[in-house]
């Protein structure tokens, strides 16, 4: 008889749940059944603190019922965060600068692959083994130039971030929502682009901007990419907490647009709200932290770190919550789980074959080196100076802090496993007949070192060409770090003057993520290209552009502002006051959307239809685009509108749609873009919904906000529309 009792031991040991002795699986391992079934099941076998643990992200799974541990802490803003290499991808800002959601979409959906290989291989990430649960795309907007973490979102623009967050979302996920490759979490949910004390800061937002301005990204990122995790922000937003806002997690992300994921806090954001004092961080909600735990399950927020499986059994049993409402949230949570496949045989997923031979694949590398090369945008070019002619040069002087190995890659990645600089990408173009050196000339935040400037100062006269790279690191802008001007940073602007004097024959390439407000360079130097935080291979990306090999199409996702004069203090959450392209009233250094090209692009023959009704109405806005040039280049084509009169305050333009157009020389194209009438609504306080307020709308066709190259009007009436052609003010303008 114990012979048997230890073989029964060894067998339940050794055996899964539906292998012992050929008995039928468990209800929830049961693939056949509804998911919503088989998430009853196992949430009927838990007990309160099991079920507690689960809602820990970071828990180690459940031995009795062999769940593994399949959430975890991950990132994958431009590559997976890993202790294996994995491949390095520009920043997010660069992918805003690309303007094209489909290379986006290819991104997201190369380091989703890597992040399924990781975790088949079951490899170390930098805080856990690799789960399923990605905490990216940030889908924040850079409303405020000072910004930190500009680096990781993608626009000040809700529409082009809407877009990018759809294309990351599902390039992440996969195309079935059923059979994930991983979840998404958008974050930082919501109103949240501010560092200084963004623990305990309460962001008033009026509700017309909260809808209009603050909130259109992630209902598209909910609604049409279905993300499966939002995470709620440390913030408050009008005094509450948004990581007990049940206004925002419940009413608005489920109620309104039917989200059925899952919600977590910020790291440790349930915890800082029992912060009691002033002097330290946290949103003073509380002083219990069994309160603050049951408060954050009953709003909405459904998952969390440690405090969570400590707090919420002692919640329940002091009465502050009930099980029911822990059952809901984890009903949530396991949904995704389930989706992912976290609980099925591993044969039975897709994605359990994908092998560690993609990650760092030669496909992902030159996937990176695509939106390197699509996301360089030209700012001046001053009588062609660039593309620069190798032929014609003995010698290029490189100078500056982000021409060397110390260039900036951007954070949420890690250390690079290979980086190539400005100097190594010119020297291996070149080759041995230019000679290429290189002077750092000063730091990114340093004071000035004389007898370095000077020494930069002496390559830059001796040499035919200067290529002069300055920016900012993680030191300037960061996560926790906002800037307190737009300035180059340190003795930049000093390092900059006195090289331009030197030798005038002087490129500026900027590698940086926030707007720098380079006025004087823009007056004075000949070329200005922005190269962003641009990945690994930065260097050779940058020496193909400024020589030709790669024709520069990234356009601005921000504006670029002289100087803060005319943009509001970062406590002003209130666009209208003049943040964005969108109610900024000065003139910019540089606009939203532009950005220059080797060749020149004529627009022609605008039209304007309308077709539908109701629901269905919406507006066609077709014209020729035709390359002028020598070059082929892509062109992104931008479509605004603007309301010319209203009851209420309107944007001076606000962006409709865009396409990315690739065109050889000589080359036209026909381009049709619809947009849906709807898009022209403003949110109206009185009804508390979108409506679109009858009246003519200016539509504005160009290459930048600020380079419009076909206007026609648009008249909305309470059941008809009709539209009126006028010639474009400017047919041609060389770029």
């Known amino acids: 008889m114990r012979y048997w009792m230890i073989v029964g031991a ?22 056949s059944l509804p998911t919503e079934d088989r998430i009853t099941d196992l949430i009927g076998r838990l007990t309160l603190e099991e079920k507690a643990q689960q809602l820990n992200h970071t828990n180690k799974g459940l031995p009795r019922l062999e ?34 959601p489909e290379l986006i979409h290819h991104v997201a959906d190369a380091m989703s692959d890597e992040a399924r290989a990781l975790y088949n291989a079951k490899a170390e990430g930098p805080r856990t083994t690799h789960g399923l649960v990605f905490r990216s795309p940030v889908i924040n907007i850079s409303r405020d130039p000072r910004w930190g973490r500009i680096q990781e979102v993608f626009s000040e623009d809700p529409y082009l971030t809407g877009r990018m967050a759809v294309a990351y979302v599902r390039g992440l996920q996969g195309d079935d929502i059923n059979h994930l490759k991983v979840a998404a979490t958008v974050k930082h949910f919501a109103v949240n682009n501010v560092e200084t004390g ?32 939002v995470m709620s922000s440390y913030n408050a937003i009008n005094g509450v907490p948004d990581a007990v806002n049940h206004y925002l997690l419940t009413d608005i992300l489920r109620g309104k647009w039917h989200f059925d994921g899952f919600v977590t806090d910020d790291l440790g954001a349930v915890q800082l709200l029992t912060t009691t004092r002033r002097t330290e961080v946290g949103q003073r909600f509380s002083e219990d932290p069994v309160y603050a735990a049951a408060m954050a399950i009953k709003a909405g927020n459904d998952s969390d770190d440690p405090e969570f499986e400590q707090n919420l059994p002692l919640a329940v049993k002091r009465g502050f919550l009930t099980e029911k409402e822990v059952d809901r949230s984890l009903r949530n949570v396991l949904r995704v789980g389930f989706r992912l496949g976290a609980f099925d045989p591993p044969g039975n997923s897709p994605y359990s074959k994908i092998g560690m031979d993609v990650v760092r694949s030669p496909q992902h590398l030159k996937l990176s080196e695509t939106l390197a090369a699509e996301s360089m945008t030209l700012l001046s070019n001053r009588q062609n100076f660039l593309p620069l002619d190798g032929a014609k040069l003995k010698s290029v002087a490189v100078i500056g802090p982000a021409g060397g190995d110390d260039y900036e890659t951007g954070n949420y990645y890690g250390k690079p496993f290979r980086k190539v600089s400005v100097t190594q990408g010119l020297k291996s173009l070149l080759g041995e007949k230019v000679a290429v050196s290189y002077e750092k000339g000063t730091g990114y935040i340093e004071p000035s070192d004389p007898k370095a400037i000077d020494r930069a100062v002496e390559l830059a006269r001796k040499s035919d060409v200067v290529v002069l790279c300055l920016g900012t690191n993680l030191r300037v802008e960061a996560e926790g770090r906002d800037r307190r001007n737009l300035d180059l940073p340190g003795a930049q602007e000093q390092l900059l003057e006195a090289v331009y004097a030197a030798n005038p024959k002087t490129v500026l390439v900027l590698e940086n993520a926030g707007p720098l407000a380079v006025t004087w360079a823009q007056d004075h130097v000949p070329a200005i290209l922005e190269a ?11 020496a193909q552009t400024l020589f030709g090999l790669n024709n520069p199409s990234g356009h601005l996702p921000y504006t670029v502002y002289q100087s803060l004069d005319g943009v509001p203090p970062q406590n002003e959450y209130d666009v209208n006051k003049g943040f964005t392209y969108m109610y900024f009233k000065g003139i910019p250094l540089y606009a939203f959307g532009h950005g220059l090209s080797y060749t020149r692009f004529e627009y022609s ?52 749609s865009f396409e990315r157009v690739n065109l050889k020389s000589g080359e036209t194209k026909p381009i049709t873009i619809e947009v849906p009438l709807s898009h022209l609504a403003f949110y109206d306080v009185k009804v508390h919904d979108f409506r679109v ?11 930048a906000s600020d380079d419009i190259r076909l206007r026609g009007m648009l008249e909305v009436g309470p059941s008809s529309m009709t539209a009126v052609q006028r010639k474009p003010a400017q047919n041609v303008r060389g770029k």
């Open 10 to 31: 060894v067998a339940c040991a050794i055996l899964s749940p539906w292998q012992l002795w050929g008995q039928s699986p468990l209800p929830f391992r049961n693939t």
């Open 532 to 542: 962003w935080y641009p990945g690994e291979d930065a260097g050779d990306t940058i």
């Open 605 to 656: 023959h605008l039209n304007i239809s309308r077709s539908g009704t109701g629901s269905q109405a919406k507006f066609t806005v077709s014209f020729d685009l035709k390359n002028i040039g020598e070059r082929e280049g892509a062109e992104v084509v931008q479509l605004y509108t603007h309301q010319r009169t209203s009851a209420v305050y309107q944007p001076i333009m606000s962006l409709r």
């Open 198 to 229: 963004r623990q305990h800061l309460s962001a008033t937002v009026d509700e017309r901007n909260l809808f209009e301005y603050w909130l259109p990204h992630w209902r598209d990122a909910i609604m049409e990419g279905h993300a499966q995790s």
């Open 67 to 100: 769940l593994p541990a399949w959430g975890g802490w991950n990132q994958t803003l431009h590559g997976v965060w890993s202790k294996e290499p994995t491949t390095l991808f520009p920043i997010p800002t660069a992918m805003g600068a690309t303007w094209d």
């Open 693 to 703: 307020e009858p009246g003519v709308f200016d539509v504005l066709v160009g290459s």
